[in-house]
Nanobody, 128 residues
């Protein structure tokens, strides 16, 4: 059974950094598309960054070069490095996976509704 477990959330001051990790198990990691989504209170869950099996990555516009997504197919982990965090980045961050076959188009991030598996989420708090 596909499982995703997030870690690395926490509280930082504006301008600080956090590194979120997602450990996957129960499915063939290299063949799935993966991503981080976030939910800010009062808003719809939105895509932060997604990656396909070929390594093509797309970021949400709000990341503005501050976030970096990477994955390790051997360790079966997905990492989101977040720098220069802003108070508006605060929320719950979710790791998600989408069944093959899937492809990422540069500049476009999927809606949350296309993802097939979800982690429990990790909280990010950014104080001003």
């Amino acid at each position: 059974q596909a499982q995703l477990v997030e870690s690395g959330g926490g509280s930082v001051q504006a301008g600080g950094s956090l590194r979120l990790s997602c450990a996957a198990s129960g499915f063939y990691f290299p063949a799935w598309c993966l991503g981080w989504f976030r939910q800010i209170p009062g808003a719809e869950r939105e895509g932060v960054a997604i990656i396909d099996p070929a390594g093509t990555i797309s970021y949400g516009e709000f990341t503005t070069g501050r976030f970096t997504l990477s994955k390790d197919d051997v360790e079966e982990t997905l990492v989101l490095q977040m720098n220069n965090l802003k108070p508006e980045d605060a929320g719950t961050y979710y790791c998600a996976a989408r069944k093959p076959t899937c492809n990422v188009s540069p500049g476009r991030v999927w809606g949350y509704y296309v993802m097939d598996r979800w982690g429990q989420g990790t909280q990010v708090t950014v104080s001003s």
